[in-house]
Nanobody, 132 residues
């Protein structure tokens, strides 16, 4: 199995920055996509960012429109780690943030966070609170 553990959440003022980390362990071999999701109280879960982790050179990343230009997803395959650098944070970014992993992408073999992808592995989440 695969275990995902998030860290790095906290409370910041609007305009501030946070860096979330996700440590993956277990059978992480041939993981195709990894991503970050968030869920605020009373709202549906939202895909924030995803990255292709299937190997090869370079990284292909995808972002929700609401975070594009402010958030950056990255990975360190040697450390089995996933990161989410969040800048220019807004109160509406307040949510529980979850790391997720998938062994396959969408029907087109992509990791587009805006499309349907079966993320079968999830972490417990880390809370991000942005005050105005």
């Amino acid at each position: 199995q695969v275990q995902l553990v998030e860290s790095g959440g906290g409370s910041v003022q609007a305009g501030g920055s946070l860096r979330l980390s996700c440590a993956a362990s277990g059978y992480t071999y041939r993981m195709f996509c990894m991503g970050w999701f968030r869920q605020a109280p009373g709202k549906e879960r939202e895909g924030v960012a995803a990255i292709y982790t299937g190997g090869g050179s370079g990284s292909i990343t995808y972002y929700a429109d609401s975070v594009k230009g402010r958030f950056t997803i990255s990975q360190d395959s040697a450390k089995n780690a996933l990161y989410l650098e969040m800048n220019s944070l807004k109160p509406e970014d307040t949510a529980m943030y979850y790391c997720a992993a998938s062994r396959r992408g969408n029907q087109y073999g992509q990791c587009d966070i805006k499309t349907k992808i079966d993320f079968g592995y999830w972490g417990q989440g880390t809370q991000v609170t942005v005050s105005s």
